[in-house]
């Protein structure tokens, strides 16, 4: 979806636990971008504290006719 540019909105929490290894799962599947120019930015950040998480909404902006 992120590859189709068909994502708006992406709500991710962050929590005080330690993950990973080099088989974990990315948070952003997919291609990627070649480079940070092209690179899909958010327009608004909210941040909402819950308990000891927090979860943040980014609002992205649509890409460039360029970089689609």
Do not use: W, Y
Not at 15 to 24: E, K
Not at 33 to 41: D, K, Q, Y
């Amino acid at each position: 979806l992120m590859d189709a540019r068909l994502v708006d909105e992406i709500h991710a929490f962050t929590a005080p636990l330690i993950l990973g290894g080099s088989q974990s799962p990315s948070g952003c599947g997919g291609k990627g971008v070649p480079t940070v120019r092209r690179a899909v930015a958010a327009r608004k950040v909210t941040r909402k504290v819950l308990g000891n998480d927090v979860l943040t909404v980014l609002h992205l902006t649509k890409p460039p006719e360029c970089c689609r």
